[in-house]
């Protein structure tokens, strides 16, 4: 099992980060990524500002990627969090899930990227394109709701 958690203001290359988790391996038959990016809102944001504990988001990624690896028979993930400021069209996240079969691979993605979405100690503060410094970030209502289906739904 390889696994690699990262919490770095510096961009990463999701290609590279998945020839790293995948190369030499005859037991992966699935590598499922997602990416996030910073959009621009509709041109009303200049850039999100990311901000983190560290020591404890590194800690709740952990855990979170342990309990996928419980739920789910995984051979390698990869979880890549940025933090600074982030412009519109630049990488924020990276999760990569490897697996024997698709199904593990893609549940476990999501189930990290929903808890990563929800759980993991960032925080998001916009700057408008006027210059101006908006608000801190509230978690929706529907990505609680992703989170949520987690508790009920144990392993595939």
């Not at 690896?69 to 982030?86: A, C, K, M, Q, Y």
């Not at 990227?113 to 929800?118: A, E, F, Q, S, V």
Request: glycine residues 10%.
């Amino acid at each position: 099992m390889r696994r690699k958690i990262r919490i770095q203001s510096e961009d990463f290359e999701p290609g590279t980060e998945i020839a790293e988790l995948t190369m030499g391996r005859s037991d992966i038959g699935a590598v499922v990524s997602f990416t996030g990016l910073c959009r621009d809102e509709g041109g009303r944001l200049a850039a999100l500002e990311l901000e983190h504990y560290p020591g404890m988001a590194e800690a709740e990624i952990a855990r979170v990627a342990d309990e996928a690896e419980r739920r789910w028979p995984l051979s390698g993930l990869t979880i890549i969090h940025r933090f600074g400021r982030i412009l519109p069209g630049q990488n924020i996240v990276l999760v990569v899930t490897a697996s024997g079969h698709r199904r593990a691979a893609f549940e476990s993605g999501e189930f990290l990227m929903d808890y990563l979405k929800t759980r993991a100690p960032f925080w998001k503060r916009e700057h408008l394109a006027g210059g101006e410094v908006g608000g801190w970030v509230e978690a929706k209502d529907a990505d609680e709701a992703a989170t949520e289906r987690w508790v009920q739904t144990k392993s595939a």
